[in-house]
Structure formats: structure tokens, C-alpha cells
T-cell receptor
Framework: DQQVKQNSPSLSVQEGRISILNCDYT??????FLWYKKYPAEGPTFLIS?????DKNEDGRFTVFLNKSAKHLSLHIVPSQPGDSAVYFC???????????FGTGTRLQVTL | ETGVTQTPRHLVMGMTNKKSLKCEQH?????MYWYKQSAKKPLELMFV???????ENNSVPSRFSPECPNSSHLFLHLHTLQPEDSALYLC????????????FGNGTRLTVT
């Protein structure tokens, strides 16, 4: 049973527009959420995180929103750039990195 | 060298071979991990080492044998693997017990023939 779900396997967005990647989770004990970005032939790199005591965290062009009642997480990228084209993984944990549960990823393609 | 380094980047092995994957972290972290990434599946946690002690073994078959000689190095010894073990094997490190993000290496692409 997948506790972290990314229901869109792929997303295509025009350069300059907003990219919205979504993630749903089922375990209400999750209290720390992260987004990772992965380019081909490289390992995932940490992008942004949010703790369950917040509902929004911003870092430059990247904003993560957390809706605890809906058990839903989203990553907004504004404006999208071609270099943002990658696979994005959502992950959640119950307190430590050793308990991270990952989603299956969403492949974002930013077109010119 | 900085970050998390994995060698080799690619490995092809037969089902009767024995090989090892190596991981080294230069971040001063105290926890190291092995993850498996198969096509269209989430990253699966295999093993966790905290201060060189194994704290997690996610029901991984015994044909995978981890070794953590110190907090900077992690190995995954492989023997009598199956073709379905072909995957990307990722090493990661973090500073525990804080909620710090995992830092991943670039992985070893393993093909079992």
C-alpha cells in the first residue's frame, strides 16, 4: 500500500508559466515533507521541505504548500525554466530521515 | 571530493558473480542508507546505518549484504543475484537525529544477466 502518491507521472509546462506538482499521502503521522529533483544519471537532490506546523514554505522560485486536512502537498515553480525539466519526488517522514517514504515521481518537462 | 560518491557507476554481473558497491560521504554525517530504485516504483529503503550500527533492514533478501566500517563508508556486497535485482542502487547520508534531508550519491546502475 503506497503511503505517498504522485498520481501524475508526467507534466508539460511552457517556459515562464507556473508548474504545479501534486502529492497525496495517507499516513496522518507524517510530520515532515520534502521534494527532491532528479536529473537522468544523477542521484536525487534535495529541493525544499516543510514541517507539519507550517502550511507554506518558499525558497526563491519554489514554494511548497501543505494541506494537512486533505493530506495533500504541492510544489509550485514560478516561473518555470527549461533547466527545471527533471523528475520530482515527493517524500514524507514521521520524524527522521531514516523513515522517509517516497512517491513514484512526476516527470516535468518545461518547453520553450 | 564533496558530497556522496558511489562506485562503480555501472555494473553488469552474472547471477553467480560476487561484486560490491561502494559509497563514501564527505559531509560529516552520522547516518548512511542504501536505496533501490526500480522502474516505475518508489525509492525503496533497503538498509540504514546510524553511527555504524545497522538500524533498519527492510526485509531485504540475504543475497544483499551491507557493511559499514566507519561513518564515512558504506558497502553493499552482492552475491547470487536475480535478474529482477537489476535497478539503480542509491546511497545516501544524513545527520541524525535531526530532520535533515538525505544527500544522495549518483547511484550504481546494476544489470544482472
Amino acid at each position: 500500500d503506497q503511503q505517498v502518491k504522485q498520481n501524475s507521472p508526467s507534466l508539460s509546462v511552457q517556459e515562464g508559466r507556473i508548474s504545479i506538482l501534486n502529492c497525496d499521502y495517507t499516513n496522518s503521522m507524517f510530520d515532515y515533507f520534502l521534494w527532491y529533483k532528479k536529473y537522468p544519471a544523477e542521484g536525487p537532490t534535495f529541493l525544499i521541505s516543510i514541517s507539519s506546523i507550517k502550511d507554506k514554505n518558499e525558497d526563491g522560485r519554489f514554494t511548497v504548500f501543505l494541506n494537512k486536512s486533505a493530506k495533500h502537498l504541492s510544489l509550485h515553480i514560478v516561473p518555470s525554466q527549461p533547466g527545471d525539466s527533471a523528475v520530482y519526488f515527493c517524500a514524507a517522514s514521521t520524524g527522521t530521515a531514516s523513515k522517509l517514504t517516497f512517491g513514484t515521481g512526476t516527470r516535468l518537462q518545461v518547453t520553450l | 571530493e564533496t558530497g556522496v560518491t558511489q562506485t562503480p557507476r555501472h555494473l553488469v554481473m552474472g547471477m553467480t558473480n560476487k561484486k560490491s558497491l561502494k559509497c563514501e560521504q564527505h559531509l560529516g554525517h552520522n547516518a548512511m542508507y542504501w536505496y533501490k530504485q526500480s522502474a516505475k516504483k518508489p525509492l525503496e529503503l533497503m538498509f540504514v546505518y546510524n553511527f555504524k550500527e545497522q538500524t533498519e533492514n527492510n526485509s531485504v533478501p540475504s543475497r544483499f549484504s551491507p557493511e559499514c566500517p566507519n561513518s564515512s563508508h558504506l558497502f553493499l556486497h552482492l552475491h547470487t543475484l536475480q535478474p529482477e535485482d537489476s535497478a539503480l542502487y542509491l546511497c545516501a547520508s544524513s545527520q541524525e537525529p535531526y530532520n535533515s534531508p538525505l544527500h544522495f550519491g549518483n547511484g550504481t546502475r546494476l544489470t544482472v544477466t
